[in-house]
Each structure stands twice: as C-alpha cells, then as structure tokens.
C-alpha cells in the first residue's frame, strides 16, 4: 500500500500513521512468545547500528543536508523493522506471504484490465500535488493509452500510479512463480500482465527471465518449447513494436518529449554527480541536489526552454542514480549487498538483484518500504541468536 500505489499518492501520510499502529500492537503482542525478548534485542540492535550509519553519513556529506528525510528515511526502516521481527516471532514464511500479495495484486490487475473495456467512460479524475489520474470506483485506475490494431488499449497499472510499477511487481511474481514456487498458472498470468502494462523495461525483464529460464537445469524438454514459442512469438514482437514507438514518439519542437529522453537525462546526471562525489555523494536534500546538477544542455538541444527549465526542478526518475548521488557508492554498494541476501530465497539471488536494480533504472522507488523491506530482511539475516528453549536460529 506505500510503494507506488495510487492510495500511497493520495493519503501516504495517513496509511503510514495507521500500519505503524497495527505494527506497535502487533509487536507489542508478541511478548507472549518466550523467545520475544530475543527478538526485542536483535532487532534494537540492528535499529541502532542503522541509526549510527545514517548519523555518520549524515555529519560526513559535505553539503548543508536535510535531516527530516534522514529522519523519516530512520522511522521508515525501524518500522518496517518491527514487522519482519513479527514474521519471525511467529514463524511465518516471509516469501510464502510475499508470494500471496503478489497473487492478490495480479488477480485485481486482471479484472481492471478486462473492465477497462467497458467502464472507461465512467471513470472519474483524482488530482493530489504528485498524482493526475483516473480512477473507476477508487478501485481501479487508467491513465495511458495505446493503439493495437486500431483499437485503444488502456496500458494496465493495477493499484498504481503508472503501468511502470506494475510490471516491477509483476516480474517479481513471474520470478516466484518460475523459480521458487514452480507455479505455473501465476507464472502464465504474470508474464501476461507484464505485456498489458506495454512497459518496455518490464517486457525486457521479462524476456531476460525467460532466457534464463530456457537454460535453467528445472525444465522440462516440453516446457523449454513452450517458453521458447512464448518468447519468440508474443513477448519478443510486443517488446519491438514497444520499443518503435517509444523511440519514435515526440515532437523536439514541443514541451512534450519522451520518457526515454527524460530517462538518459537523469542517467547522465547520475554519473556526473557521482563521480564528482564517490564516497558520500551530495546528501538528501532537495536544494543541494538542484545546486549541484550541471545543465547538460548537449542532452536537451532542440527541446525547449520551458522543458528545460521543467527538468531543473524535477526529481531523478532514476532511482539508482539517485540514490547513489545521494549517498555515495559505499553506502549503496552496501545496501545492494543486503538486497542480494534478501530473506525471501536462495534461488538465483543474483536474477532477482538484477530484477530490482534494472527497475529501479527507471522508477523514484529504491527507498520506499518494499525495497527497505526486502534491504531488511537481508540484514536480518546476517544475525543469529538464541530463542529460549530451542536451538540457535538464524533470523
């Protein structure tokens, strides 16, 4: 619910306020377990070290810095914290539960592409400061369209603010599904979902998991045929014909201009940012970042000048650029470490580190709580401990 969705956009604050509630009673629950004060500790523990970490990045950055995102940056992690230390107090399979929200968001996914069909003139428009959307029954939302034969298709974004979101989750649930779950049927309904969200990143993620899928030791003869077809006859003409119109899209004489323009833009940035500032990058300020951005202006010849000016106050859509000139190569270089030891599985760990890191090329999401979450369940996991009564455990 705070990572991309379009509830997230319209009252963020009010949903974060609520879960860390239900969370505090939960936790606060699990003190009838014996081995809670176990978890109570580990858990101060790691809350403090992450706290000390981000203090000392924090005095260390040579800029003047905002410690209310640091602040909220702390909150968000320790909260998350409490619950993963509540799935581990209980027992319960963090990727089995991972894999059930996953499902659940492709089955609403489904029936809001199938309706679109037919409610799309009954849908209403939701303007917030970050959000202009429409939305059919506050339940479902469409926002882009694209031509298929000549007929409008809506590009399917499920819960979230665009279809670029969806297919991060989709991909993640086609992951599970192939590789962890050996499920079938959502391997299918992942795979077509990613193609109604007409993103290209997402059909290039998917056409990767496909690959190694092919050459995976798990397959079957048949099932490498019937993913080879797959990949060779829908996913790989849709990723083309994506790709075409993306790159052909856009008048340079207008304020209008392609993601994928926009997208290089930020990449570019990014690199010089970073390499100007390697070990602490500039710091999580807004003002800083905007102060220290050079103008790039060989990367925006022919657009014009009110997009330029447009791009000045804009935050990077690129959010492993952004996080890296926000905190250096160290510190990200840390945190991708942990993404790699996520606590959901050992299956192809570096499929799924590439799976986020390529998403997150082109989405603003490497810090919120998802990706903390899955950040935190690899730190978790480098802790052991001993719960009362029973054997060391490894959280």
Not at 23 to 32: E, G, P, S, V
Request: glycine residues 6%.
């Amino acid at each position: 619910m705070l990572t991309g969705t379009v509830y997230a956009a319209l009252w963020g604050p009010m949903i974060f306020v609520l879960s860390t509630i239900v969370l505090a009673i939960i936790f606060l629950r699990d003190f009838k377990v014996p081995y809670a004060t176990n978890l109570l500790i580990t858990y101060l523990v790691i809350s403090l070290m992450f706290g000390a970490v981000l203090f000392i990045h924090f005095i260390a950055v040579p800029f003047s810095n905002d410690p209310v995102a640091y602040i909220i940056l702390y909150f968000r992690f320790i909260i998350i914290g409490l619950f993963f230390m509540h799935l581990k107090g209980r027992n319960i399979d963090f990727g089995l539960l991972l894999h059930g929200a996953l499902k659940f968001i492709a089955c609403h996914a489904i029936i809001g592409f199938i309706l679109s069909f037919f409610v799309i003139r009954f849908v209403v428009n939701v303007n917030s400061e970050d959000l202009n959307s429409n939305t059919f029954l506050y339940a479902f939302f469409y926002n882009s369209s694209f031509d298929l034969f000549g007929i409008t298709v809506y590009r399917n974004q499920g819960l979230f603010w665009e279809p670029g979101i969806l297919q991060i989750f989709m991909n993640f649930l086609f992951f599970m599904s192939s590789f962890v779950f050996r499920n079938k049927r959502y391997q299918v309904i992942a795979a077509i979902l990613i193609l109604t969200t007409y993103s290209t990143t997402g059909i290039a993620i998917l056409l990767l998991q496909f690959i190694v899928l092919l050459f995976s030791g798990n397959t079957t003869r048949i099932q490498k045929i019937i993913v080879a077809s797959f990949l060779v006859v829908v996913a790989l003409p849709v990723f083309i014909l994506n790709y075409n119109q993306k790159v052909n899209e856009g008048d340079t004489s207008s304020s209008e201009v392609t993601s994928s323009i926009m997208r290089v833009y930020d990449f570019a940035e990014g690199v010089n940012i970073t390499g100007r500032y390697p070990l602490t990058g500039i710091g999580m300020s807004g003002d800083t970042y905007k102060s220290v951005k050079s103008s790039s202006t060989s990367l925006l010849s022919g657009y014009s000048s009110e997009f330029v000016d447009l791009i000045a106050d804009r935050r990077s859509s690129n959010s492993i650029m952004y996080f890296l000139t926000r905190f250096g190569i160290p510190f990200v270089f840390a945190w991708f470490l942990l993404i790699y030891k996520q606590g959901l599985t050992k299956e192809k760990r570096w499929l799924f580190l590439l799976i986020i890191i390529i998403s997150n090329l082109s989405e603003p999401l490497i810090l919120d709580p998802f990706f903390v979450l899955i950040a935190c369940s690899g730190l978790y996991s480098l802790f052991r401990f001993k719960l009362v009564g029973s054997k060391p455990y490894a959280i």
